[in-house]
């Protein structure tokens, strides 16, 4: 399983998100370009020490980035999905895809993903930081597939649920 941040606009919500992946042996994609410099030192700051440890694969562009998944399913998150994230069986190849802070991903990337599925919310709300949604929706594709093998980033068996 992998996340993959498209076009990032805050180096906070990045480096949160690479932090997250190293803890939890998910890889991160990031689908430039991005909104800051790669070095800006509030995405190091955000990311910690940990920006070492994650696997982190940088992808020029859109197209790039459609090109080296294959056959991974791709699954954005969304505020405009219409399948509730609790509602949706997730394999441990997938890819869960948020879009950027401003205004998510374009609608031809909405169409060109596999599935997309959203974080139902009281009706008065827009959204959830992206680091959260996708820290929350993270949480429950891990859950539901925790009873096969996991792999660090660098490959190795690793046990942490």
Wanted: proline residues 4%; aromatic residues 8%.
């Amino acid at each position: 399983m992998r996340l993959a941040l498209y076009q990032p606009e805050i180096p906070q919500n990045t480096g949160t998100l690479i932090r997250l992946g190293a803890c939890m042996g998910i890889g991160i994609d990031v689908i430039e370009p991005c909104g800051y410099i790669w070095d800006d030192a509030r995405l190091k700051r955000a990311g910690m020490d940990y920006m070492e440890l994650a696997n982190v694969t940088r992808h020029a562009s859109w197209e790039v980035f459609q090109q080296q998944i294959k056959p991974a399913r791709l699954i954005l998150l969304d505020t405009k999905a219409s399948t509730d994230y609790l509602d949706f069986e997730f394999q441990p190849s997938d890819i869960l895809m948020v879009g950027r802070e401003s205004d998510g991903v374009p609608d031809t990337v909405f169409k060109a993903t596999d599935h997309q599925v959203k974080i139902s919310m009281l009706s008065e709300r827009r959204s959830l930081n992206v680091a959260l949604a996708a820290s929350i929706v993270l949480g429950e594709a891990i859950r539901q597939v925790r009873g096969l093998d996991y792999y660090d980033n660098f490959g190795a068996k690793t046990n942490f649920i």
